[in-house]
């Protein structure tokens, strides 16, 4: 059986992958690895650092040691960690985002994204244009910080977090053709729209990330 590492931030995150696994890679075996220091450093320090890096690094390759056919990272704001260690391992290290981000490109040249932790919204846009430019689309983008939603979730007020986040959403559907979720934490915000509120597709990233890190693993097996 092949095994899979789950690199979280948010500890809260395992039971979602655990469940999309069991779902999705029934015949994968996943580990998780939580390490809620990265993104507590991310936030303090405003963005990524040299420790964060090599952190990140470090725990890409020890997933390798442990026989790990895949590494997926499920949080954003150290998906530009992916880019540095992918080179120091001989198994696929896997964006959150990127899934997401490929098939925004397939929907709509406007799109908008919606963060709640800063750290998070930058690395989102950014592959947005990174995406763009390899498929040599054109595309215009939105960026949205939902203020005080974050600070409301890690109080424990999740209402007034997916109130937040509503709110933006709503107003990011005028003038947009999708909208992307730059952390999956927001997508249960997404369930407090009306059928009638949801315009344009509103993405979020763990299904898709595991439906390509599926297609992944049937790669390696054709291989």
């Known amino acids: 059986m092949k095994k899979v590492v789950f690199l979280h931030t948010v500890p809260a995150l ?3 992958f655990d469940e999309l696994s069991r779902e999705l890679l029934p015949n994968v075996e996943p580990t998780h690895v939580a390490d809620e220091m990265l993104l507590k450093l991310v936030l303090a320090q ?3 650092s040299p420790f964060v890096y090599q952190r990140v690094a470090d725990h890409v390759i020890a997933a390798e040691r442990y026989g790990a056919s895949a590494v997926q990272c499920t949080c954003s704001s150290i998906s530009p960690c992916v880019d540095a260690a992918q ?12 899934p997401m981000v490929d098939e925004a490109l397939h929907l709509g040249k406007r799109i908008g994204i919606a963060a709640t932790a800063v750290t998070t919204l930058k690395p989102t846009t950014d592959l947005v244009y990174r995406r763009a430019a390899f498929h040599q689309l054109e595309v215009e983008v939105e960026a949205r910080l939902c203020e ?3 600070a ?23 003038r947009n053709d999708v909208i992307l979720l ?21 993405l979020t990233s763990p299904r898709l990330a595991v439906k ?3 297609r992944v693993l049937e790669t390696q097996a054709q291989n």
């Open 87 to 98: 080179p120091l391992v001989g198994i696929p290290v896997l964006k959150i985002d990127q």
């Open 152 to 174: 409301a979730l890690f109080s424990g007020d999740v209402r007034t977090h997916d109130e937040i986040v509503r709110r933006s959403l709503l107003d990011l559907m005028e």
């Open 46 to 48: 405003g963005g990524l």
């Open 148 to 150: 005080g939603a974050y």
């Open 14 to 16: 395992v039971r979602l």
């Open 212 to 214: 390509h890190l599926k």
């Open 182 to 202: 730059a952390q999956a934490s927001m997508a249960r915000a997404v369930d407090t729209l009306d059928p009638e509120e949801k315009r344009i597709p509103i």
